[in-house]
């Protein structure tokens, strides 16, 4: 059996004193879909940030592929040096609620930026591979827009590409769908799930709960600061056994019809 990809060991975060998480264990595995579910302030959003350390772990130790990323201080604080962030957030992409396009530059410039500044790609290979992105994800044509030009499933899209050039071995999407019209979001969920059918290795915190019985498999669900249930889809959403993870799915059922 191969070694997991990434591997979260003890994770903690607390704010101002007031704990998010504690002693987050997960394993991640090449091909993984794993779909971060819970309500409202249960810590989603910051765990995926503290994968990519855009959020500093208080405790615990982040692996990828088998490497330790940042070293434990005296105090027990982690510490990361620049270099390992970078090859860190190389290697882990991530994809944003609120897209983080930069508004001066193209599209493709978008895409490409990272490929030029992190990467040292010529200008030219760059946009080349960022129209290819682009292409994946259905937005060749929009290259030499600007992003005030697109609409919010188009931006989300760019992001998406953008995050591909950058050829990293895990995607984390951060609520991708949550700041887009209804009619916007299957255009979003559809590259994704373009993407599990690659195989791709993606952690993806949601609330779109029958996109992530279809594309996960693995559910992680959150509550009481820490992981409160975890299994495959089946196990999860069909047949919850704990109380918290039940009244959760209830309250997104109530008014299915």
């Known amino acids: ?26 394993e991640v595995n090449a091909g993984d879909r794993i779909a971060i579910l819970g309500a409202s302030g249960s810590g989603k959003s910051t765990l995926l940030r503290c994968v990519n350390v855009l959020e500093t772990p208080n405790s615990g130790e982040i692996a990828v592929d088998g490497k330790t990323v940042g070293s434990k201080q005296r105090s027990g604080a982690l510490k990361y040096t620049e270099r390992e962030l970078c090859t860190l957030r190389q290697k882990v992409g991530m994809v944003f609620q609120q897209f983080n396009l930069f508004p001066h530059m193209t599209v493709a410039n978008n895409v490409a930026e990272g490929l030029k500044v992190v990467k040292g790609i010529a200008s030219d ?15 060749a044509e929009k290259a030499d827009e600007f992003p005030s030009r697109l609409s919010g499933g188009q931006k989300q899209r760019v992001a998406i590409a953008r995050a591909l050039a950058m050829d990293p071995e895990i995607l984390l999407f951060d609520e991708p769908t949550s700041a887009l019209d209804p009619a916007l979001v299957g255009e979003v969920l559809s590259v994704i799930e373009q993407l599990a059918n690659e195989g791709r290795t993606m952690l993806l ?26 299994g495959t889809p089946d196990d999860v959403l069909k047949n919850p056994k704990r109380p918290l993870t039940q009244q959760f799915l209830a309250d997104h059922q109530r008014f299915h019809f």
């Open 1 to 26: 059996m191969s070694s997991p990809i990434l591997q979260l060991n003890g994770l903690a975060k607390s704010f101002g004193g007031i704990e998010v998480f504690r002693n987050i264990d997960l």
């Open 125 to 139: 290979k760059a946009r080349g591979r960022a129209v290819s992105e682009l292409q994946r994800v259905g937005l």
């Open 205 to 230: 915190v949601t609330h779109e709960i029958g996109f992530a019985y279809h594309m996960a498999t693995r559910i992680v669900f959150l509550a009481e600061g820490g992981i409160y249930e975890t």
